[in-house]
């Protein structure tokens, strides 16, 4: 580890006990504001790659395929790699010591017609945000997928939990939560423009001026759509987050209480499951498809019959502009046909701004 990582590492630790220390209150808002800004940097410098130093030993990214990427993360000896040759017909190597997956396993999950990626990533330990282990690795692969499985051990209770949402949190990644409504456009000049549609009680005038002179911005149009936080106000400035779903799921619960089973399965976007046992896995499947969200579309020539083999799988619904392919330019889009639950009668003409939804079947007509 290098001079400067180790540097930019004190920082950070230092920082972080002054958040701590700090009690939280209004005349200390500002104070905490600039501490939580200043944090933010140093960790966004800690994920640069050095210059300095190549590419060194092996990388762990796979080639996106299929129709949805799902990772699997975990601390080690969580049942990871046994979960996926279970769901997959691929094969991975499990034993009961640490760290049996040294590189990413791909595997597919046929489910519905459509063929879900599931990546199985070395176990991941604490301060893999800070390049221990190969933490940094496995977790920009993480950053790559449509959902987060995190396989945790049912018998160490919420303690696995916490620390993996912490390490994800602190490279960027949100996980069930939704992205910030916060208008924010950096300008020329004109100084700070703050607006908001709703009260705020989290950030004032002052203290977003603050966090924007420790970005070095000074000309700045703002408006909050929403109560937010500073936490939020500085994702949305830096603007590198990544916000996806994220499963939990507990693994080894026949050997837990009944009780805990039952705590644990009542937990938000939380599944219960035992690999040894097969138990659950059913479930957990149709929940994983439920936060993908997939929907597939059928297209159609012009003239011509409906070939059933001809469907694609999108991860969310969406608009007719953004499932045209790169290639065709916008001006060249004269109208749609489609036919499905998406429209009022079938076929029916419609625009760009059409919002398509399950096995819709679509046509489209160039100029």
Not at 93 to 104: D, G, K, N, Q, W
Not at 129 to 139: E, F, H, P, S, Y
Not at 262 to 286: P, T, Y
Request: positive net charge; charged residues 25%.
């Amino acid at each position: 580890m290098s001079s400067l990582t180790m540097g930019i590492l004190e920082k950070i630790a230092e920082i972080e006990r002054e958040i701590s220390r700090t009690q939280k209150n209004k005349a200390t808002e500002y104070h905490l504001g600039l501490l939580k800004a200043k944090l933010a940097k140093y960790r966004a410098q800690l994920l640069e790659p050095s210059k300095s130093s190549g590419a060194k030993g092996e990388g762990f990214d796979v080639m996106k395929s299929g129709d949805a990427r799902v990772a699997l993360i975990g601390f080690p000896s969580v049942g990871k790699s046994t979960f996926l040759s279970l769901m997959t017909s691929t094969e991975s190597e499990a034993a009961s010591y640490e760290f049996t997956t040294l590189t990413c396993i791909p595997g597919v999950i046929e489910y519905k017609g459509a063929n879900i990626q599931l990546l199985d990533l070395p176990g991941i330990i604490e301060g893999a945000a800070q390049g221990k282990g190969r933490g940094r690795q496995v977790i920009a692969v993480a950053r790559t997928a449509d959902v987060v499985i995190m396989m945790l051990d049912a018998t160490k209770g919420d303690v696995q939990r916490e620390l993996l949402v912490k390490e994800l949190e602190s490279v960027g990644i949100r996980l069930n939560c939704p992205k910030p409504n916060i208008y924010f456009k950096p300008k020329k000049g004109g100084g700070l423009s703050y607006n908001s549609t709703v009260p705020l009680t989290h950030c004032s005038e002052k203290l977003v001026q603050l966090i924007l002179h420790e970005y070095k911005i000074f000309n700045a149009e703002v408006l909050f759509r929403e109560d937010s936080t500073p936490d939020e106000f500085i994702d949305v400035i830096v603007g590198n987050r990544v916000y996806m779903p994220c499963l939990y799921v507990y693994n080894k619960v026949d050997q837990i209480s009944i009780e805990e089973v039952d705590r644990l399965a009542h937990r938000a976007n939380s599944v219960v499951i035992s690999c040894g046992m097969k138990l659950n896995l059913d479930f957990l499947l149709e929940q994983l498809w439920e936060y993908l969200a997939l929907i597939c579309l059928y297209t159609k020539k012009r003239g011509g019959k409906l070939f059933w083999s001809s469907r694609t799988w999108f991860s969310t619904f969406l608009t007719l502009k953004g499932i045209l392919h790169p290639k065709m330019k916008i001006f060249q889009f004269k109208y749609a046909l489609v036919w499905g639950t998406s429209t009022k009668y079938s076929p029916q003409r419609v625009g760009l701004t059409h919002i398509m939804e399950h096995e819709d079947v679509i046509q489209i007509v160039k100029k």
